[in-house]
């Protein structure tokens, strides 16, 4: 893998070449897992209430830890979250948080398992009010006039949070949601597709823009 150079050398600040010749966002390192989801996963548009709902939680699971450390927790999580099927996770008891608590597989953090339970509840509310979850959180999908000219690395390290994630994270407290903080929440809508944040020269760029033209927005 070459590491990524200046304005001066080969590569624009933030891209990596990988040992297939194609240039990524620096972010994955060059490890297979990560490179695989950079890849196949991230930024491309999502309307599935289950995956959306299982984001937006392992998202808050994430604060103060990479998202590589939840990757890699990702099969374990599913496992003790009945594959994040919110319906079922509201129905969650007690018993339940201690066996959560109990679970090495995963982060044990009290807190963070309280809030998924209390979040999927929420999460049927929504559904109810909404119709579904993609209905509403695609409704906070920025306009291109809110969007930077360029995405650059320095562009997205100076902007971890946005109005329209401030936004977000306002009105999904004022709704009961818990750990959904405007960075917390704009990594979300990174990752879901609500915003293309491949950078320019990203050999993804294309595809995600793509597949975002041609996504049909939740009504």
Known sequence: ??????????????????????????????????????????????????????????????????WLTILRKRENFRKGFNNFE???????????????????????????IVSTINNAARALEMVEEFGSLAAYFWSFEPDAAMRPERVTKAALVANPTTPVSVRLSKDLKKRGWSFVGPTTVYAFMQAMGLVNDHLEGCCCREEVEAARAAFTRPA
């Open 1 to 66: 893998m070459t590491e990524p150079r200046g304005d001066n050398g080969t590569l624009a600040e933030g891209l990596m070449e990988g040992t297939d010749g194609r240039r990524r966002c620096w972010w994955h390192d060059g490890l297979p897992d990560y490179q695989a989801y950079h890849d196949a996963e991230w930024g491309r548009p999502v309307a599935d209430d289950r995956r959306l709902f299982e984001k937006i939680c392992l998202e808050g699971f994430q604060a103060g830890l990479s």
């Open 86 to 112: 919110f319906a079922e996770v509201a129905r969650f008891t007690d018993d339940d948080v201690e066996r959560l608590v109990r679970d090495a597989g995963i982060i044990r953090h009290r807190g963070k």
